[in-house]
Each structure stands twice: as structure tokens, then as C-alpha cells.
């Protein structure tokens, strides 16, 4: 699975010398369901590929109301960025919403990894980079457009998260509240 999202993400083939040390730096985990991968204050020592399962990162403000930041299942990446980069204390909390294989790097052997390797330094640019372009396209779209387009527009591409994840938390995740996408989900479903 993760040699097949790294060699589709770079478009070429990825030696067997570069795929041995990633496996070799990288471990598999098991966790829960509704076990926290990350917790705000605490260091986030890993990026996780997730290999089974699903999960999802989320800010709490001074409410108590989560906001969806990331949702993950089989074939994403998901970590709290500033402290994993930055060395900073993880301002989100992963959770999972099954239980979760994954595979786990720390930051060190991510280093090591790159130095070593170009293709998958290259690989993971372009991971960021795609995660940047789709945060500002996110950052639009919720600015710029009415909640049931942000749905359509956000169930055209990801059409595999809406079986998958629990509608409040696609909700939270597109900035609507939970009952008018559920008003949204049923006005589409009598259109169609």
C-alpha cells in the first residue's frame, strides 16, 4: 500500500534500496478505536500512514466545540504539524474512529530518510505541497462559497470519506453545522 502511494505520488517507480530503508525506519502499530495518536501541549513524535482504519485531527476553542483540521483512513498521511516540523507542542488532537494499523516514522529517521534518499525527499515535498495547495483551495472554498457547494465540491473528491467518516465531523471539517448539512444532504437526495 505504501509503495504504491509513493510511486503514484511521484509517478515512477521507486527503487528497492529506498522502499527497504523506509520499511526499515518506519514500524507498524495497532491502536483502538478512539485512541489519541496526538494531544494538544504534548510533543507529536510521529507521522502516521494509515494502513487500516480511519481517524481524524481536530482544535478545541474556548467552547469545547471541535474543528475538524484532517480526516485520514487507508492510503493518508496524518500527523499535528507544528510540533512534528517545528518541535513545538501539538496544537491538535488525532483521534482514531476505528481501529488503526499504521505505519509510524519519527522525525529523526524522516531526516534520515530524505538525506538518504532523494526520490523519497522528493516524495515527501510533494506530500506538502499537495497539503498546502489543498489547504488554501479549503481556505477558498470556505470563505467564498455557500455550505452546500463546499459539500458537493468536497463529495466529488472525496467521495470515500462520506461512507466512511460520521457526517457531523465531515460538517465540522467544512465549517457547517451538523443540521444544515443534514437539511443539505436531503435536499440532494430528493433532487436526485
Not at 485512541?35 to 482544535?59: D, K, R, V, W
Not at 496524518?78 to 474512529?97: M, Q, R
Request: charged share 25%.
Amino acid at each position: 500500500m505504501l509503495r504504491q502511494n509513493i510511486e503514484k505520488t511521484l509517478g515512477e517507480k521507486i527503487p528497492n534500496a529506498a522502499y527497504e530503508k523506509f520499511m526499515e525506519l518506519a514500524f507498524e502499530k495497532s491502536f483502538d478505536k478512539k485512541e489519541l495518536l496526538a494531544e494538544p501541549g504534548s510533543a507529536c513524535n510521529y507521522q502516521y500512514f494509515i494502513l487500516q482504519g480511519s481517524c481524524f485531527s481536530y482544535y478545541i476553542n474556548e467552547r469545547g466545540d471541535k474543528n475538524v483540521i484532517q480526516l485520514a483512513i487507508e492510503n493518508y498521511w496524518i500527523t499535528d504539524a507544528a510540533s512534528y516540523f517545528a518541535g513545538k507542542p501539538a496544537v491538535s488532537t488525532i483521534e482514531t474512529l476505528e481501529p488503526v494499523k499504521a505505519l509510524l516514522l519519527n522525525k529523526q529517521n524522516f531526516d534520515l530518510l530524505c538525506k538518504a534518499h532523494p526520490l523519497l525527499d522528493r516524495y515527501f515535498r510533494m506530500l506538502l505541497q499537495n497539503t498546502l495547495a489543498h489547504l488554501h483551495y479549503r481556505i477558498a472554498k470556505t470563505n467564498s462559497e455557500d455550505a452546500a457547494h463546499r459539500y458537493l465540491a468536497f463529495s466529488k473528491l472525496y467521495p470515500h470519506f462520506i461512507q466512511r467518516i460520521p457526517q457531523y465531523l465531515i460538517a465540522s471539517y467544512l465549517g457547517i453545522a451538523p443540521q444544515s448539512l443534514s437539511r443539505i444532504r436531503k435536499e440532494i437526495a430528493r433532487k436526485d
